[in-house]
Nanobody
């Protein structure tokens, strides 16, 4: 399994931006499909975005489409989530996840083998 560490969360006003990073251990990062999920208090973990191993294909939940952008740098073993035009309803703990599965978009938590510890994002109104 790959080890994942998220960073970049914080408190931001509505309309603001944050960029989350997820650093992966190991030398085979490019062989993993990566995803971002989030979980708000009292709610189930939900899909936010995923990206193929090459970075060519990306997928988004309807709720974030047009506001969030996922990207990856395989040379740096890192996947990013740029979040713009943030809304209070984006408040959640954000998790990155990895899977050796190839098919995308892989929107279910059960599709992933490895998870980070999460980073809190709080958007104030």
């Amino acid at each position: 399994q790959v080890q994942l560490v998220e960073s970049g969360g914080g408190l931001v006003q509505a309309g603001g931006s944050l960029r989350l990073s997820c650093a992966a251990s190991g030398r085979t990062f490019s062989s993993y499909t990566m995803g971002w999920f989030r979980q708000a208090p009292g709610k189930e973990r939900e899909f936010v975005s995923s990206i193929s191993r090459s970075g060519i294909s990306t997928y988004y939940a309807n709720s974030v489409k047009g506001r969030f952008t996922i990207s990856r740098d395989n040379a740096k073993n890192t996947v990013y989530l740029q979040m713009n035009s943030l809304k209070p309803e984006d408040t959640a703990v954000y998790y990155c996840a990895a899977t050796t599965g190839i098919a995308t978009p892989r929107p279910r938590p059960g599709d992933y083998d490895s998870w980070g510890q999460g980073t809190q994002v709080t958007v104030s109104s």
